[in-house]
């Protein structure tokens, strides 16, 4: 724990913690908690300002993110998690991610075809 001149700085990361089990940002957190407390999106100039105070300092998180948060967490220690049942949806893989995962395949494959030709026209090394 980091201390400060007037008071113990002890973070409350359970917006972080929320947003983890959820796989998205803080940022998108915090905007799924207005849009659960106030039934609207929120304005991009008050989510910023909004993130930026929660960035600088854990205790301006508004107390309706901070619910939120406890509840996503109470229902994963149960085990009752479903992301969507909050508007969540399962992370679609990067354009990037699948063309690497793909290179890495075919690289293997075409080790293993080698290693195995060269088994087939030479000797085994044993």
């Not at 309706?64 to 948060?69: H, S």
């Not at 085990?79 to 890495?104: E, I, N, Q, S």
């Amino acid at each position: 724990m980091a201390w400060s001149w007037f008071k113990p700085l002890v973070y409350d990361n359970s917006v972080l913690e929320a947003a983890q089990l959820l796989q998205i940002s803080e940022y998108d957190f915090l905007a799924l908690a207005h849009w659960r407390r106030f039934k609207r999106i929120a304005r991009r100039e008050d989510l910023d300002r909004l993130f930026g105070l929660y960035m600088r300092d854990q205790d301006c998180t508004p107390p309706w993110a901070r619910e939120l948060a406890r509840e996503i967490i109470a229902r994963a220690d149960e085990g009752t998690l479903d992301p969507r049942d909050y508007g969540v949806r399962a992370p679609v893989p990067k354009l990037d991610d699948l063309f690497r995962m793909l290179r890495d395949v075919f690289i293997i494959l075409l080790f293993m075809t080698l290693f195995a030709l060269g088994l087939w026209l030479g000797t085994p090394a044993l």
